[in-house]
């Protein structure tokens, strides 16, 4: 793995957000199982988590994000880009895919300020 910094792009905030996820399954029909985790920090571009268990690069990810300033968690779609193994388990970074809701946007430029 690279240095995080040489490839960011948007600025990343140290936050622990409560998020539940659940890796995409290729096999049609088969039910996807969510587990939770926190989030180590979070950006525009997506998220960094603590897995206890490996995942494949390229996996795809559903994520509900939880915001402290709101009812109901954030859906996102994300692919795993990278994946660093430590004492603990797994560092995990999660790039995400498609538009960023209006609302986590917010949340995330509040985090800046």
């Given at each position: 793995m690279t240095s995080g910094d040489e490839r960011r792009k948007s600025q990343r905030h140290r936050e622990m957000l409560e998020i539940a996820y659940s890796f995409m399954s290729e096999s049609p029909g088969v039910p996807s199982l969510f587990d939770e985790t926190q989030t180590l920090?979070?950006?525009?571009?997506?998220?960094?988590?603590?897995?206890?268990?490996?995942?494949?690069?390229?996996?795809?990810?559903?994520?509900?994000?939880?915001?402290?300033?709101?009812?109901?968690?954030i859906l996102?779609?994300?692919?795993?880009?990278?994946?660093?193994?430590?004492?603990?388990?797994?560092?995990?970074?999660?790039?995400?895919?498609?538009?960023?809701?209006p609302k986590l946007e917010q949340a995330i430029d509040t985090l800046a300020s």
């Amino acid at each position: 793995m690279t240095s995080g910094d040489e490839r960011r792009k948007s600025q990343r905030h140290r936050e622990m957000l409560e998020i539940a996820y659940s890796f995409m399954s290729e096999s049609p029909g088969v039910p996807s199982l969510f587990d939770e985790t926190q989030t180590l920090d979070i950006s525009r571009r997506g998220v960094k988590v603590h897995l206890t268990k490996p995942v494949a690069l390229e996996t795809l990810v559903q994520m509900a994000i939880r915001l402290p300033a709101l009812r109901s968690p954030i859906l996102m779609v994300g692919k795993v880009r990278w994946t660093e193994e430590d004492a603990t388990g797994h560092r995990v970074g999660i790039k995400f895919i498609g538009h960023l809701p209006p609302k986590l946007e917010q949340a995330i430029d509040t985090l800046a300020s």
